[in-house]
């Protein structure tokens, strides 16, 4: 973020403040109490807000969607308009020479032989392709869309073509909600390592290789605890989301009931009204 | 240059000659045409090192001269590498290679028009979704950051701050079929011909 200054003649809490860190937090708090004079809430002031980072954990599509129907047809008109507009390859030059050879050869049945010795090439152009083919069925790739209910909302290999968001069930006060994984942010740390730590903190955590995109949270949803709960100084709490992309992961198998990997339009039937609210601005699924 | 080499030669032969000769038997050798011309020219014995002022001077000059010649060859601008996609190859212009252009009928010439035209709306419905899900998207990141803000100042600089790790950033698309898990891919030779220019 700055490079070491050099200069003498700046003043010392420039220089120290110039100087941060992602993890100096905690040193630059110190110093601004010192030389700061603004109103600056530190982790020792007290905010009526409980701070949580949470992760928004997507695996992006790893096979491309299907046509929708004008794509289809627009994707034959260029098809057909590219071909009636193209010069003829080497090797439909060679198709058509091999065709009137072949009808030169039927209709005079002369001695053709010194052609044939001629013929260095065995294969004709239509042979060469028959053995393409031939070739290409010996590949067998893998199956696009495996199907419509075979996975578990739990397995990652859902919905291949589309991006999926990890949930998780916690239990919050007395209920158990479906949310994205998060955790109280602790001092000392930035939000980020929070929602590092929240993804780290998921019993499957450890096989998850994330991607974090940038320090910058993506969205954030504030909820007030019921009555009851609220003690002094606490009015609720605000989660700050985090997005990451999957990266690589061992494909072992989520417990159903309490992990969910799952496309935006799934989302209304796990994730409460409000929560959803929040969290669906920032989910991109085009 | 040619008078050089002769009296250079002269010079060795005769510091060869001179340990066992006299200038009777130099007379009589056939390198040397008259002893007067001997006389005149210069000693017998020394050995060619005569030559010191001339020489460094005349390498000197040589090497100014060769200088000269460099600076000349490198004033010339060097040529230009083709880009070889702007040169169309020589099939491209020969006349066998015309395709018969169909001749399309009323109905599909309307049909094609008409194609298009939806595919345009289509495309600009897309774009418009596509827009209006960034905003919203950047949107709740600018409340996020807001709301941070208003919470811890030291932890909103940390979020403002640049991510030093994420760039490079790579990532591969998604493919038609999904990848076959621990499949070896078969190894394939190829004979690289694209040509290196060097200038």
């Not at chain 1, 993890?23 to 982790?43: D, E, H, L, Y």
């Not at chain 1, 980020?192 to 998921?202: N, P």
């Not at chain 2, 050995?47 to 010339?76: G, H, N, Q, S």
């Not at chain 2, 289509?122 to 208003?150: F, G, N, P």
């Amino acid at each position: 973020m700055a490079a070491p200054f050099t200069r003498v003649y700046r003043p010392l809490w420039r220089i120290i403040t110039t100087t941060t860190l992602n993890k100096g937090v905690r040193n630059v708090s110190s110093t601004r109490q010192q030389w700061s004079a603004q109103n600056v809430k530190t982790a020792g002031v007290a905010s009526p807000w409980a701070l949580h980072g949470a992760v928004c954990l997507q695996r992006l599509p790893v096979v491309s969607q299907d046509r929708s129907p004008i794509e289809d047809e627009f994707m034959e008109l260029m098809h057909q308009m590219e071909l009636e507009r193209s010069l003829l390859s080497d090797h439909e030059l060679r198709l058509l020479e091999d065709a009137a050879r072949m009808s030169r050869k039927q209709e005079e049945e002369s001695d053709e032989e010194e052609e044939d010795y001629r013929d260095k090439d065995i294969f004709t152009a239509q042979d060469l392709e028959d053995i393409w083919e031939q070739k290409l069925k010996q590949y067998q790739p893998a199956q696009r869309s495996q199907g419509v209910d075979e996975k578990g909302v739990s397995s990652s290999e859902r919905c291949l073509a589309e991006s999926l968001i990890l949930l998780v069930k916690k239990d919050v006060g007395s209920q158990k909600l479906w949310l994205l994984p998060q955790i109280q942010w602790q001092t000392g740390e930035t939000l980020r390592q929070t929602a590092e730590r929240a993804l780290a903190s998921l019993p499957v955590g450890a096989d998850l290789k994330a991607t974090f995109l940038g320090n910058a949270p993506c969205g954030f949803y504030k909820y007030k605890y019921p009555k009851d709960i609220q003690k002094e100084g606490s009015v609720g709490a605000k989660v700050f989301f985090f997005k990451a992309l999957l990266s690589g992961h061992k494909h072992l198998p989520l417990e159903k009931n309490s992990f969910a990997w799952v496309k935006k339009d799934e989302l209304q039937d796990f994730l409460k009204p409000e929560y959803l609210k929040q969290v669906r601005r920032f989910i991109m699924a085009l | 240059m040619a008078g050089i080499v002769c009296r250079t030669a002269s010079q060795i032969i005769s510091s060869q000659a001179s340990c066992s000769s006299s200038v009777l038997a130099v007379r009589h050798s056939h390198w040397f045409t008259s002893v007067l011309s001997l006389k005149t020219s210069i000693p017998l014995r020394a050995e060619p090192k005569k030559k010191k002022k001339v020489d460094p001077r005349r390498e000197i000059m040589m090497k100014e001269r060769l200088k000269k010649k460099l600076k000349r060859l490198e004033k010339v601008p060097p040529e230009l590498i083709p880009i070889e996609d702007f040169i169309t190859p020589a099939k491209c212009f020969d006349e066998t290679r015309i395709r018969d252009a169909p001749k399309l009928s009323f109905e599909e010439s309307e049909r094609r028009a008409l194609l298009l035209k939806e595919w345009s709306r289509y495309k600009y419905s897309q774009h418009q979704t596509e827009m209006d899900t960034i905003e919203e998207a950047l949107e709740a990141q600018r409340q996020a950051l807001d709301e941070l803000k208003l919470e811890s100042e030291e932890l909103y600089k940390a979020a403002v701050s640049s991510d030093m790790d994420l760039f490079p950033f790579q990532r591969e698309g998604p493919s038609y079929t999904p990848p076959i898990t621990n499949y070896e891919a078969p190894e394939g030779k190829y004979n690289n011909i694209t040509r290196v220019y060097t200038q």
